[in-house]
């Protein structure tokens, strides 16, 4: 028996012993997803009496690019994830670098500042609605004893929904990004930063020529991490506008939602939801770029 | 060499899960003793059942097992009376799972003559409507006389909705029975997700009394012709109103729509947080519902003479603006509110005046949940300047899955509830009518002195202003949107409308 032949044996045997865990993921992932890109090409609304499940082709995926109310989903999706994203990392790379010290004071505010993560994003949403509300809301109560007008309140008024709903991500999640810049930071070398000192470097020259450039690998992580999670936002929107006001907050994530269980119309959300999984898999596929880059 | 070895190991494999998933299924017919006891002098079955289970009342199952193993094994006892055991037996304890199982399946409920469907296990999925109160104190009656047992599955609106129609698409036949919206019914019926019940009502005419049940009432489940669900909660919308508050301004209730629009203006002081009217604004079911209830009142339709959606019609964009006109004078937080909290608004005494179904008017009665008791009455819902009266109706009918097995059981149980006795205690713990003996029992009247007006709605009722098309929810996703938008501002009423009509006449080619 050759050394080949039995190196292959072993492969196989390999295969066989991953076969449980293939069978799962084949079934949990790859038949619902292949499913979910067959019927995209079909007419197949479940709850249509007539309903034929005809071959329409790539007709679903020219009605919603031509569908204003998915126009209008996608460029919903991309304000709330340029909004949320940007505010989070630098909000989150502030807190990384104020509680840094290792007191004990920073240690208990650290971990405090960790909550919000720990919360089921559709209570933290229920949470923030009560708190939005207009009649009975504690916010806006605030707000009108310093004389805002809070009208609609700030779930219901168009300009101010989206903003008021972002808030909601950026509380949640900046201290992911907290965490992942402290950990950046602790990792970094002490000793260009002593250099500097004896080169007369200020503080803030070191942070931005040092600190930052350092940095860079754990901020890309965050980046493209929350990118990836921030497109596909869902759960706070449900709770707290159901897209609403008119279609203020409707993201491309509900609007699928609303497509898929309200009208059952199965066949356009399926296209709709591989649109959105071509973008999130764009931005997953950078992330492993980028992560291997940083292991060389 | 390496093939075999290759097939041999999946098969092994196979085996292996093969033989994982029938053990488990053996389980189910086949007695296992977790151990074996050896009966000693001074031993009984309570003795041992308290020893191994902590249940003296348990013997039963000890020696159900040791029987079933005798059966095939007798080297194992044969007992044949639970109060005689000899020492030197060798007994069978099944492990605490297999004696519980064992124990419930002796207790089991079996049908007799007079409850032909005892041990019958019903779901039903409820939407969490105040009749909820109804069902949670006549169940346990109802189990009671027939030994059929009724699980509820309490759901939100678009939860009980959703959950529903991923039901019925897969089959999978989880409920037995349903409440089902008025609204639905179109959309059930033309796609026989519920079973009809004509051959039921006729095999059972003689006691369903049904010429006692309002007409209007049947629109809770009919469809050309035919019953998809049987009706269980009729409601009438009427005009709540502040008795107090409209004394104090020396008014009388508002008769049209034009009086209730001047009144709400009236009666509004923003400053102190006290306004005219509670609406229902937020965005979906809600305030799409509500808009269709004032485009009945002004005598609009949301269809056309031949049955097509005209929703931008230049009656309705008028109606619309009307409606956007009311919410000028309803607490600003009106644009989001559900049923909910319109109804907290009204019960916390922060608005005179409100619309809605006349089932919550029981509860302003009730000091745990309002602020406003004794204080509020109801009229006739306002229509429009010279429009003949038509008042909205609403509510929900009860169906049976098309797919249940249980379907001669579930029938029972509607059966029993639409009783005109039972139909007494359905309204006195939150339930509502459908029965004309009801509306007009002298006792119910006595509690309920708003009923003579519920009678009058209910015999002038529309219960299609809602249009009950299979197409339903579409029209109600875009007027949801649309009146909501139209409502924060975003667009205007024409706009609203027309784009509201662009959907719906996508959605439906």
């Given at each position: ?12 045997n ?8 293939l069978i ?13 890109f ?11 009496p ?5 071959f ?28 949320t ?31 919000p993560?720990?919360?089921?994003p559709l ?17 806006s109560y ?21 903003p ?16 992942i ?13 002593d ?44 709770a ?20 898929g ?11 709709l939801?591989?649109i ?6 764009v ?14 | 060499?390496?093939k ?26 086949e ?28 013997y ?18 044969a007992?044949?009376?639970v ?17 519980g ?8 409920k ?14 039903l ?11 949670r104190?006549l ?31 897969g089959?999978t036949?989880?409920?037995d029975l ?20 004509d ?8 006691e ?5 049940i ?13 019953h998809w ?21 020396g008014?009388e ?6 009086e ?17 009217v ?14 269709m209830a ?8 949301i ?11 230049a ?7 009307f ?19 319109r109804?907290?608004?009204f ?23 309002s602020?406003?008791?004794g ?6 819902a ?6 003949d ?7 929900w ?32 713990h939150?339930g ?8 007009e029992?002298?006792?119910?009247n006595k ?8 009678l ?18 579409m ?21 609203a ?6 959907q ?5 080619q």
């Amino acid at each position: 028996m050759s050394i080949s032949r039995r190196f292959k044996g072993k492969e196989a045997n390999y295969l066989l012993l991953l076969l449980p865990l293939l069978i799962f993921v084949f079934v949990i992932a790859i038949y619902p997803l292949a499913f979910s890109f067959f019927i995209s090409f079909f007419k197949y609304r479940l709850t249509d009496p007539d309903q034929t499940k005809t071959f329409v082709g790539l007709a679903n995926y020219i009605t919603a690019f031509k569908d204003p109310q998915v126009i209008t989903a996608i460029s919903n999706t991309l304000v709330f994830v340029a909004g949320t994203v940007i505010i989070e990392m630098l909000f989150g790379l502030a807190l990384a670098l104020l509680l840094a010290a290792e007191t004990r004071t920073m240690r208990i505010v650290r971990s405090f500042l960790l909550m919000p993560m720990a919360i089921t994003p559709l209570v933290v949403g229920l949470i923030w609605k009560s708190l939005y509300n207009a009649d009975f809301g504690v916010i806006s109560y605030y707000l009108k004893q310093l004389g805002v007008d809070v009208g609609h309140g700030p779930l219901g008024e168009i300009s101010v929904a989206m903003p008021a709903v972002m808030l909601i991500d950026i509380w949640q999640w900046t201290p992911l990004l907290m965490v992942i810049f402290l950990a950046g930071l602790k990792s970094l070398p002490l000793e260009p930063f002593d250099a500097a000192r004896v080169d007369g470097a200020s503080r803030w020259q070191s942070f931005w020529y040092i600190t930052l450039p350092m940095l860079k690998p754990a901020l890309l992580i965050g980046l493209l991490m929350r990118t990836v999670q921030s497109f596909k936002v869902f759960d706070i929107i449900y709770a707290t506008t159901s897209g609403g006001p008119g279609s203020a907050t409707t993201v491309l994530n509900y609007h699928i939602f609303t497509v898929g269980m309200t009208f059952f119309n199965m066949g356009y959300a399926a296209a709709l939801a591989n649109i959105l999984l071509v973008i999130v898999a764009v931005l997953s596929v950078l992330y492993i770029i980028v992560l291997e880059r940083q292991q060389i | 060499m390496e093939k075999v070895k290759k097939i041999a190991s999946a098969l092994m494999i196979l085996v292996f899960l093969l033989s994982l998933i029938s053990s488990q299924a053996l389980a189910q017919d086949e007695v296992v003793c977790e151990s074996e006891v050896v009966v000693q002098a001074n031993d009984w079955l309570s003795k041992l059942a308290d020893k191994f289970y902590g249940d003296i009342l348990a013997y039963q199952a000890i020696a159900d097992a040791t029987n079933a193993k005798a059966a095939s094994d007798d080297s194992y006892a044969a007992i044949q009376d639970v109060n005689i055991i000899e020492p030197g037996w060798k007994l069978c304890i099944p492990s605490a799972e297999a004696a519980g199982v064992l124990i419930e399946a002796a207790q089991a409920k079996t049908p007799t003559a007079e409850q032909p469907f005892a041990g019958t296990e019903l779901t039903l999925a409820t939407m969490t409507d105040q009749f909820l109160t109804g069902f949670r104190y006549l169940i346990p009656k109802f189990e009671e006389e027939t030994g059929i047992t009724i699980v509820l599955d309490e759901l939100g609106y678009v939860d009980l909705y959703q959950k529903l129609t991923a039901d019925f698409v897969g089959h999978t036949a989880n409920y037995d029975l349903m409440t089902m919206d008025i609204v639905w019914s179109g959309e059930y019926a033309a796609n026989r997700y519920t079973l009809p019940l004509d051959d039921f009502m006729a095999r059972d005419e003689a006691e369903l009394q049904l010429d006692d049940i309002m007409p209007v009432a049947w629109t809770l489940g009919e469809w050309e012709g035919k019953h998809w669900a049987y009706p269980l909660a009729g409601y009438a919308n009427v005009l709540n109103y502040r008795k107090d508050v409209l004394a104090e301004a020396g008014v009388e209730p508002p008769k049209t729509q034009q009086e209730l629009l001047a009144l709400a203006q009236q009666l509004t002081d923003a400053d102190n947080d006290f306004y005219g009217v509670a609406l229902l604004g937020a965005k979906g079911p809600a305030v799409a519902q509500d808009y269709m209830a004032w485009v009945q009142q002004h005598g609009g339709a949301i269809l056309d003479a031949d049955g097509k959606p005209a929703l931008n019609s230049a009656e309705n964009v008028e109606i619309l603006e009307f409606f956007g006109e009311l919410f000028k004078y309803a607490p600003p937080g009106a644009t989001d509110y559900w049923w909910d909290q319109r109804e907290t608004a009204f019960r916390t005494g922060n608005v005179a005046m409100m619309e809605g179904w006349s089932i919550a008017r029981a509860g302003y009665e009730d000091s745990d949940i309002s602020s406003v008791v004794g204080n509020v009455d109801v009229a006739k819902a306002p229509v429009t300047e010279g429009m003949d009266p038509k008042y909205g109706f609403g509510g929900w009918g009860i169906g049976i899955n098309a797919d249940s097995e249980n379907s001669e059981a579930a029938w029972e149980f509607i059966k029993w509830l639409s009783t005109p006795e039972i139909q007494k205690e359905w309204i006195r713990h939150d339930g509502a009518p459908i029965r004309r003996s009801t509306l007009e029992d002298p006792e119910l009247n006595k509690e309920y002195p708003w009923f003579p007006i519920l009678l009058e709605s209910f015999e002038k009722g529309d219960g299609d202003y809602r249009p009950r098309i299979p197409q339903y929810s579409m029209i109600q996703d875009a007027l949801g949107t649309a009146v909501n938008g139209y409502l924060v501002g975003e667009m205007s009423a024409q706009d609203a409308l027309d784009q509201a009509q662009a959907q719906v006449e996508a959605a439906m080619q």
